[in-house]
């Protein structure tokens, strides 16, 4: 059985592209951040279910996952 891999918190959860977390991003340069983008975004419960459960409070949707509308994924 392998290891799990360690959750990367600067990818969205969701479609693996960086997810500009100004936390992650002061976490990890030591430069200090504006507020992040995401506390003027809006987050549904549908949205945040889709967030695998190993992920869930970890790591952060980025901006195109949360404006994504919930009809996309269900497209051809």
Known sequence: MSAPSALDTTRCPLCGEANHCAIEIER?????QG?????????????RARV?????????IC???AA??????STP
């Open 28 to 32: 990890d340069t030591g430069v200090a």
């Open 35 to 47: 507020p992040c983008w995401c506390l003027g975004a809006t987050f549904t419960d549908a949205l």
């Open 52 to 60: 695998p459960a190993e992920a869930r409070g970890l790591a952060c």
């Open 63 to 65: 901006a195109r996952c």
């Open 68 to 73: 994504a509308p919930l009809t996309e994924e």
